[in-house]
Structure formats: C-alpha cells, structure tokens
C-alpha cells in the first residue's frame, strides 16, 4: 500500500448513523480508494461492547484499505494526531426535556471534544459535526479550539440539500446531477430554507423549467425542512443511512474538491448576508484543494432574505443559550 494511511475519528461509532457509515469510509468512498484508513472510534463507555460488535465486523469486511481500528472513551485518544473527524455522537432529547436543556447537555459534550481536537488533532484537521443541533455544537466546538485554523470545524446540512435536490430532480423530470446552484441555507432544524431562486439545470434557470412558484414555496420548502420528522415517524428511528450518506458527500467534496459545483454546508459565517460572523450556518459553497469558499456576493430576493433571517434568528438563540456553557 503505497499512501501514508489517513487517520480519521467517528464519534458515536456505536450508532446507527455511524452504522452506516463506517462500512463505506472503509472502502475508500471519502479518501478514495488509494488512501488506506485507520479508524478511531469513539462512544460512551456503556457503549463499548456493541462497539466491539461493530469493529468485528468491519474485520470480517477485510477491507484492503483499513489498517488499523481503535475504540476509546476517551476523546484525547480517539482524536490524537488524526486529519479528520465524524462528529456524530450527541445525547438525543428524552422525554419531558426543553430544548434548552438539550442545548446544554451538547454543549458540555461539544465543548469538551472541541477542546480534545484543540490538544491533540492535526492543525490541519477536517471536521464535521452531525450530531444535533449540529450548527451550535460545531460552534461550541469553534470556541473550545481557539488553536485549530478558522473553518477546521464545520457543521452537516447536505442532507437537507440532497432531500431538495432530489425532490426538485424528481419535478423537473431530470437526473440529480444535472442541477446545480442549489442552496439551502440557515439551521438544520425546521427554520432551514431551501432557495432555488439561482438553481439551473443544463444551464437553464430551474424555476423556469419547474414554472411552479407556488410549489416552490407551499411544499417544497416545508416538505425539505419536515423531512426529518417524516422520516423519523414512517421509520420509527431518525435518518441514518441518508445521513451517513450527506456526511460522506460533506466531507469527501471537502477533501477531494466539488467539481465548480455548488454544495451547502454549515460554516462560520464571515459576515455576509446579514448572517453575523462566528455563527455556524448553513450556505451555498463550493469546495476546491481541499478547501471550501462560501459563495459571496449573491442577489438575494427578498423572500429569500426573510427565509434566511428567520432561521439566523434561530441560530443566535441557540447560539446565546449555549453562551453560558462555554463560558464556564
Ligand atoms: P444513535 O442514538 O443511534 O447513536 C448515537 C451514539 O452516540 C450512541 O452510540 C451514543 O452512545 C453515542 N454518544 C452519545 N453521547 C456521546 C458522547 N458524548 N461521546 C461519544 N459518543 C456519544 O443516534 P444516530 O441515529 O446515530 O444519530 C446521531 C445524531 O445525529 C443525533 O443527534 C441525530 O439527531 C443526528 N442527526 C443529524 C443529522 C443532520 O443532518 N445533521 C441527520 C440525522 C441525524
Ligand atoms: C434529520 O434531519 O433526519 C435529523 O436531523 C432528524 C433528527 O432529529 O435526528
């Protein structure tokens, strides 16, 4: 095996997400199928002996590309030296608890594990957070890794823009990968606003093709935004496989580049578009060298203005909820 192996840490390992992740990082859908793999896999120490399960059969996989597994407790271990990060563990809401009482359990959560990747991570470590609420624990995890460069920590909405994606392929009557310019903006949460005012498909303007304003607005937008709660009710269990999915298409445009196309993904804004700088939201971008660039400087309508401002709204609230946690 010619290439260094890259070290890559998943949180929550035990999960059902991870579940469904684990398998196809092994196989080489993120780094390619050149770059063998050595997995840190972090959980709960209740959790460890279904972890063990797990790590069994990734063995009984024999995938060429995985060369080494390792299960911690410990956030210090799992993070050492590696060069990214599936934040995906996160403590789910039980019953009778406030939303603010969610906040905060993350927060501590996210606070310590950003501060673990501030120790010990590679500085040029890649790290997605999916673990909700995604966009406030990524921005906890900014606070605690004041060492790590700006835009190390990132947060997951591409499931949001591949439900639009797909719903919008499906009523123009066109494959996927023929759209692009989509974006879906703001929180991952229901206030999340799916735009397809700049969306073309083959180089023609997708809201022309469609010509269904009012789709747009009265099922589009809210069937995106409800998608999880459907899934979670048809299913009985949130989303895990398209999850997996969403971070694997996060982080393998993030590492190996999108090809000029837009995709979104939750990152410190830098100011732009009314959205204040630090916060982590969602936003068109677009990835190339191993980096990813916010598309700036677009014309927004002034629904789309409102859309986005509702959910940064959102996202200061959370945001200031977790302010006390960080703080301490
Ligand atoms: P799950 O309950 O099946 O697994 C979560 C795992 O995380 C468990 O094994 C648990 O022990 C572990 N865990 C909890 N706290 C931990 C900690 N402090 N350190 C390490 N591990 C910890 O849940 P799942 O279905 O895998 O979902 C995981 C998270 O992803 C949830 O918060 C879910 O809401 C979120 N999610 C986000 C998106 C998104 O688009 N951003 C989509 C779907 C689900
Ligand atoms: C999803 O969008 O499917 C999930 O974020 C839902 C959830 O609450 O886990």
């Not at 996160?90 to 969610?102: A, I, V």
């Not at 997708?206 to 607005?217: F, P, S």
């Not at 997996?244 to 196309?261: C, E, F, K, P, T």
């Given at each position: 095996?010619?290439?260094?192996?890259?070290?890559?840490?998943?949180?929550?390992?035990?999960?059902?997400?991870?579940?469904?992740?684990?398998?196809?990082?092994?196989?080489?859908?993120?780094?390619?199928?050149?770059?063998?793999?050595?997995?840190?896999?972090?959980?709960?120490?209740?959790?460890?002996?279904?972890?063990?399960?797990?790590?069994?059969?990734?063995?009984?996989?024999?995938?060429p590309l995985l060369t080494a597994i390792r299960t911690t407790d410990d956030p210090r271990v799992a993070f050492d030296d590696i060069d990214a990060a599936f934040l995906v563990g996160?403590?789910?809401?039980?019953?009778?608890?406030?939303?603010?009482d969610l906040l905060a359990a993350n927060a501590a959560i996210f606070k310590t594990q950003g501060a673990a990747l501030d120790a010990v991570a590679k500085r040029s470590v890649k790290?997605?957070?999916?673990?909700?609420?995604?966009?406030?624990?990524?921005?906890?995890?900014?606070?605690?890794?004041?060492?790590?460069?700006?835009?190390?920590?990132?947060?997951?909405?591409?499931?949001?823009?591949?439900?639009?994606?797909?719903?919008?392929?499906?009523k123009a009557g066109v494959s996927v990968d023929a759209i692009d310019h989509l974006a879906v903006w703001g929180n991952h949460s229901p206030t999340m606003f799916t735009d397809w005012?700049?969306?073309?498909?083959?180089?023609?303007?997708?809201?022309?093709?469609?010509?269904?304003?009012?789709?747009?607005?009265?099922?589009?937008?809210?069937?995106?935004?409800?998608?999880?709660?459907?899934?979670?009710?048809?299913?009985?269990?949130?989303?895990?496989?398209?999850?997996?999915?969403?971070?694997?298409?996060?982080?393998?445009?993030?590492?190996?580049?999108?090809?000029?196309?837009?995709?979104?993904?939750?990152?410190?804004?830098?100011?732009?578009?009314?959205?204040?700088?630090?916060?982590?939201?969602?936003?068109?971008?677009?990835?190339?060298?191993?980096?990813?660039?916010?598309?700036?400087?677009?014309?927004?309508?002034?629904?789309?203005?409102?859309?986005?401002?509702?959910?940064?709204?959102?996202?200061?609230?959370?945001?200031?909820?977790?302010?006390?946690?960080?703080?301490?």
């Amino acid at each position: 095996m010619p290439n260094t192996p890259i070290k890559v840490a998943v949180s929550g390992a035990a999960g059902q997400i991870a579940y469904a992740l684990l398998f196809r990082l092994a196989q080489g859908d993120v780094f390619g199928p050149e770059t063998p793999i050595d997995l840190r896999l972090l959980d709960l120490p209740q959790a460890l002996p279904a972890l063990k399960g797990v790590t069994m059969e990734l063995d009984d996989c024999a995938f060429p590309l995985l060369t080494a597994i390792r299960t911690t407790d410990d956030p210090r271990v799992a993070f050492d030296d590696i060069d990214a990060a599936f934040l995906v563990g996160s403590r789910p809401r039980s019953k009778g608890m406030e939303r603010r009482d969610l906040l905060a359990a993350n927060a501590a959560i996210f606070k310590t594990q950003g501060a673990a990747l501030d120790a010990v991570a590679k500085r040029s470590v890649k790290v997605l957070v999916v673990g909700n609420p995604a966009n406030t624990n990524a921005w906890v995890a900014i606070q605690s890794a004041p060492n790590l460069p700006e835009g190390a920590i990132t947060s997951m909405i591409r499931l949001d823009h591949n439900r639009a994606a797909a719903q919008l392929a499906r009523k123009a009557g066109v494959s996927v990968d023929a759209i692009d310019h989509l974006a879906v903006w703001g929180n991952h949460s229901p206030t999340m606003f799916t735009d397809w005012s700049h969306a073309s498909v083959s180089g023609e303007r997708l809201a022309a093709r469609i010509g269904d304003d009012g789709w747009y607005r009265d099922t589009l937008i809210p069937e995106v935004a409800r998608r999880g709660t459907a899934v979670l009710e048809a299913r009985g269990a949130s989303s895990a496989a398209s999850a997996a999915n969403a971070a694997i298409d996060h982080m393998r445009d993030w590492v190996q580049g999108s090809d000029g196309r837009w995709v979104s993904m939750g990152i410190p804004a830098t100011g732009e578009y009314g959205i204040p700088a630090g916060l982590v939201c969602g936003v068109p971008a677009v990835c190339r060298d191993g980096r990813y660039a916010p598309v700036n400087s677009l014309d927004l309508d002034v629904f789309t203005r409102a859309g986005l401002a509702a959910s940064v709204q959102e996202l200061i609230g959370e945001r200031d909820a977790a302010l006390s946690i960080v703080s301490t």
